[in-house]
């Protein structure tokens, strides 16, 4: 088996490191990660400024750009083969709900799987790296078990997988979950830079809305550890009809009604 690693939060990030030495143990496994943190990047490319690969003394390869670049790159060049499955993570904190629209991590994972390649991305709930080797640990076993019931190859796939920060012994087993929903966002903070002008950040993910039973959100705050399979197709396949039928009643050559 041969696994791509790659992530959001840098290549020496605590959470890929522990993720390459659980799956090196099991795998063919390459590095090829950002250079700083690009959390919430999505998918971004990098197409209006070179892109340069380094090779630090742990081998892991680093790019200078965001968490797709990363991918990108690998599959188109980098690496000179397909590999069987791209793994991104283990990021600093949940990828939730709204969250994985705008995740980097879930951005990595989801460009290996643009390229016909399974792919998962793995989040700890809480930041800090507390028991990430157990989160390590936790997706190790389940790679192996993806591996054993013969997903990998064929059809891609993309898995979102959030690990509560808890010893693995204490972990409660894994609930295939749809994505909760968050608030909207808190106010932007305002602050004067030292030369009076006012400076923007953006504030902080709003509080769950929907984490009622069967959500990512209710799963981890329960013990679980939790995956929700993605999709990247955005079409409102519910409202086609409703919308083809407004256009139609809207267009000049629809028929009048008699005054």
């Given at each position: ?6 992530n ?16 090196k ?25 070179p ?47 709204d ?24 989040s ?6 507390g028991?990430?080797?157990?989160a390590?640990?936790?997706?190790r ?9 013969k ?14 920060n ?9 609930r ?22 006012t ?5 902080s ?5 929907d984490?009622?039973?069967g959500?990512d ?6 013990g ?18 409703y ?17």
């Amino acid at each position: 088996m041969k696994i791509l690693i790659s992530n959001d939060d840098g290549y020496q990030a605590p959470g890929i490191v522990a993720l390459y030495e659980a799956l090196k143990t099991i795998a063919d496994v390459e590095v090829v990660a950002p250079e700083h943190n690009n959390s919430a990047k999505s998918n971004a490319l990098t197409l209006h400024s070179p892109l340069y690969v380094h090779k630090a003394a742990n081998g892991f390869r680093y790019v200078n750009g965001t968490p797709a670049d990363c991918v990108h790159i690998a599959l188109t060049g980098l690496l000179g083969y397909k590999p069987d499955l791209v793994v991104a993570g283990i990021n600093n904190g949940a990828n939730m709900g709204d969250d994985t629209i705008y995740s980097g991590t879930v951005g990595a994972a989801m460009e290996g799987y643009l390229f016909g390649i399974p792919a998962i991305a793995f989040s700890q709930v809480d930041k800090g790296w507390g028991e990430i080797d157990a989160a390590a640990a936790k997706a190790r076993e389940f790679v192996l078990q993806l591996e054993a019931a013969k997903h990998l190859g064929g059809v891609p796939w993309l898995l979102n997988v959030n690990i509560p920060n808890m010893p693995l012994e204490a972990l409660k087993p894994m609930r295939v979950c749809r994505l909760g929903r968050r608030h909207a966002a808190e106010r932007v903070i305002e602050q004067q830079s030292p030369r009076g002008e006012t400076m923007y950040w953006i504030g902080s993910a709003g509080p769950a809305l929907d984490e009622a039973e069967g959500t990512d959100f209710h799963a981890t705050a329960h013990g679980h550890v939790s995956m929700t399979p993605l999709k990247v197709d955005l079409t409102d396949h519910e409202r086609i009809g409703y919308w083809g039928q407004s256009l139609a009643s809207a267009s000049p050559d629809a028929p009048r009604e008699a005054a």
